[in-house]
């Protein structure tokens, strides 16, 4: 039976992620409307710099242990018992669950605990990308635990094929095309191209998490290929090193490379948008995506783009229209078509721009994605946001 209660001031949700960071980052606007209309939200996540963020905008935090990297079964167990143990005493209407191991443990958890819950699959990571034992052990977890949640929400067509088509899904009705997170289009407005002094001075950026899985290798890789012929081009890096991930850079890779004069390492922030303005074309030469947040926002803000001609990339990016697509994990066809975008002209780069702002604003603006967030609440629980 579902339960019913009278008003939002009565409803309570948990989101449970891997990093207070991706809460932060990429859900935002959620979280912004749920507190506005009063819902008690909680996130759960380990602790981390965006933490205090979460809390100023409302939210009440409990930090959990979790290892995003590793698979030490005591481990994820105690992360599954805190979860049990913490659902029973929140008594939550829903509980939305984002990445491998909050969606695998917290979807048991939530069955334990008795309470509903929502599996969102942000990206397949490594259990797609690599062929390994401790792959293949994720996909039976996978399998096993996505049998208990309310639905399944995938963040594009590809993934939720993956899924059916491997029979991860004991209950395929469940699966939801979610179509990416969204963006907000007014934070993330149109800005023109920089004003170059030389088209030579050109600036690419790849913004972030640190990892060889998003193509950072062959991203450097190509910025060697490309300094002789193109001397001025700037290439950069945006995003958090030494991140709990199997696929981590570590800071002597980044260090070598700058002394080495291929790339800019800036760090991270908070807000990319300065970044995104100062760039005239945002790259992710990633192996495989959700549907990442870094190419909406760029294309929101009217940026051309390379990338990866693979799930998730190609959700945003479409080869010739607002962008251009390289094979992913080869160096030679992502140089030819950064050297592609570097000799376009401005008025072809532009247009490009424009193209993607247009694409983003009729696809993946936010407000669609928290319109079914809503809609799912008022489903399982009648109260009307």
């Keep these: ?39 008690q939200v909680t996130v759960i996540a380990p602790r981390d710099r965006t933490t205090e963020l979460l809390v100023r905008m409302g939210c009440r935090f409990i930090e959990l242990g979790v290892a995003s990297k590793g698979t030490n079964p005591l481990a ?20 939305f669950h984002y990445t491998i191991k909050p969606n695998i443990y917290g979807s048991v958890a939530a069955r334990l605990a008795g309470v509903a819950s929502v599996a969102v699959t942000t990206g397949l990571g490594y259990v797609f990308i690599q062929k390994s034992r401790a792959a293949e052990v994720a996909k039976r977890l996978y399998r096993f635990a996505f049998r208990f949640p309310r639905e399944i929400w995938f963040l594009n067509r590809d993934d939720e094929a993956a899924f059916i088509e491997q029979n991860l899904l004991v209950y395929p009705e469940r699966a939801r095309l979610l179509h990416g997170e969204g963006v907000d289009l007014v934070q993330f407005a149109p800005v023109p191209l920089p004003e170059r002094a030389s088209r030579a001075e050109f600036v690419f950026v790849l913004i972030g998490r640190l990892l060889w899985d998003k193509g950072i290798g062959e991203y450097v890789e190509a910025a060697r290929q490309l300094r002789e012929r193109y001397p001025l081009a700037r290439f950069q890096l945006l995003g958090p090193l030494g991140v709990d991930n199997p696929s981590a850079l570590s800071r002597a890779d980044v260090d070598a490379w700058q002394q080495e004069g291929i790339v800019d390492y800036l760090g991270e ?71 592609r975008m570097l000799d376009m002209s401005d008025a072809e780069r532009r247009a490009m721009g424009e193209r993607g702002r247009q694409k983003v604003a009729s696809e993946f603006d936010e407000r669609l994605v928290i319109e079914r967030y809503k809609d799912l609440l008022n489903n399982l629980t009648g109260v009307s946001l």
């Design 269 to 339: 922030a908070y807000d990319v948008r300065p970044v995104i303005a100062a760039a005239d074309c945002v790259v992710l030469p990633s192996y495989r995506e959700g549907v990442p947040r870094t190419l909406m926002e760029a294309a929101a803000m009217s940026r051309p783009i390379v990338a990866t001609d693979v799930p998730g990339c190609r959700e945003v990016v479409e080869h010739g229209v607002n962008g251009l697509l390289c094979d992913a994990r080869s160096v030679n066809s992502l140089a030819g078509q950064l050297a």
């Design 76 to 95: 994820d167990l105690h992360t599954m018992w805190q979860l049990v143990r913490l659902y029973r005493s929140i008594r939550p209407h829903v509980v």
């Design 1 to 39: 039976m579902k339960p019913r209660i009278e008003r939002p001031a009565d409803l309570r949700v948990i989101l449970v992620c891997n990093t207070s960071f991706a809460i932060y980052t990429y859900r935002q606007g959620l979280i912004r409307t749920l507190v506005e209309r009063g819902v």
